[in-house]
């Protein structure tokens, strides 16, 4: 049976959504506050990294567990796009200087610990010593131990959101920018449908008692003098930079978690600190151009955990903090659970985090 489904929010949760129901064969229509092709989601001010090991060093077990179901997901969903988006499963890598070697042993010594309560020691992180590290990523020469994280992912998240609208309208998905909308149950905006979706991320604040939105700051960078293939993490007492490769030289570069919900410009300080640590991979990075810096809000509960609420005829996703693209195709996979539309059985994590509210009468 065709169901119709309304949308609001556009980012990638919503867009995910949408493309998946309606490759289903159900009528869609997707909502977004804002305009469509210059998007403010999350999803776009984000490095699109996949890594649900070097997440187990801060985050709890079922941050991992959803992660290695959506690593799974991930391939198998972008070869079903009409045209490519460069992704690659490489791993990642995760280095610190000198003067900082305790934070990468204590990195690794999280890590094994999670992975140890798991039972699942197939993808530890292996020690580098400075000529592997030089064998994988020869332009970080300036580092004697290193941390490779494997069959971790990286993807272009602003070629992939690009491209799911593209998805979309060839679907036939009704699509509307700049259009805000209330969500109840079978109703978005003055729409009536069978089931209403809501994944509207920080923008869903009203609907979700204790959803916040956390600052992040990033830049884009253009470095042709410097060529790394990986992830890179870079380990600080202050702050975790992370080095993201996209494609045409491009490099994201991010760090910053600010308990703050002001959208403002990034500020000197971060930019200071994040080039700061840039060049201390690589001293090129010097020659490296600013294309641009971005800041948006993660939406985000006080224990960092995804949400998956059901009621009939309307389910919440959002909470997906700093794990937009680990966690989205998991989530996603059971939205579809729940609505009876995809009948293979839940992992146990995602059981977990679906939560069934009852109804109001």
């Known amino acids: 049976m065709s169901l119709r489904v309304g949308i609001a929010g556009a980012g990638l949760l919503g867009r995910l959504c949408a493309w998946r129901l309606a490759l289903a064969g159900h009528r869609v229509q997707l909502f977004e506050a804002g305009n469509l092709h210059q998007s403010q989601a999350a999803a776009v001010t984000a490095a699109g990294m996949i890594a649900p090991l070097a997440e187990l060093a801060d985050s709890e077990p079922l941050i991992h567990q959803l992660g290695q179901h959506s690593l799974a997901l991930w391939p198998q969903w972008l070869a079903q796009l009409s045209q490519p988006v460069a992704y690659a499963q490489t791993g990642s890598i995760v280095v610190a200087h000198p003067q900082d070697r305790s934070l990468l042993v204590e990195f690794n010594r999280r890590v094994h610990h999670q992975l140890n309560t798991l039972s699942d ?202 794990h937009g693209y680990l966690l989205a195709p998991a989530m996603v996979e059971a939205m579809l659970y729940q609505l009876d539309i995809h009948r293979a059985p839940l992992t146990p994590s995602q059981e977990e985090i679906s939560h069934h509210a009852v109804a109001a009468d």
């Open 121 to 322: 020691n197939q993808r530890s992180p292996t020690t580098l010593n400075g000529e592997q590290l030089r064998e994988l990523e020869p332009q970080l020469a300036g580092f004697n131990h290193a941390l490779l994280l494997p069959s971790e992912a990286h993807l272009d998240n602003r070629a992939l959101m690009a491209q799911l609208l593209i998805e979309l309208k060839h679907l036939g998905v009704d699509i509307y920018g700049n259009s805000s909308v209330d969500v109840a149950p079978q109703r978005v905006g003055e729409n009536t449908v069978d089931w209403a979706l809501d994944c509207r991320g920080v923008g869903a604040k009203g609907s979700l008692p204790g959803l916040r939105g956390q600052r992040g700051e990033l830049m884009e960078i253009e470095c042709k003098e410097v060529q790394i293939s990986r992830p890179v993490r870079c380990l600080h007492p202050r702050y975790k930079l992370y080095l993201v490769p996209k494609p045409h030289n491009r490099y994201v570069l991010g760090a910053t978690e600010i308990e703050s919900e002001d959208r403002s410009a990034i500020s000197l300080r971060s930019q200071w600190e994040l080039t700061s640590a840039l060049y201390a991979l690589n001293p090129a990075f010097a020659e490296a151009r600013i294309l641009a810096s971005r800041v948006n809000l993660r939406p985000a509960f006080t224990d960092h955990r995804p949400r998956l609420e059901v009621m009939p005829g309307l389910v919440r996703l959002n909470g997906l903090y700093r």
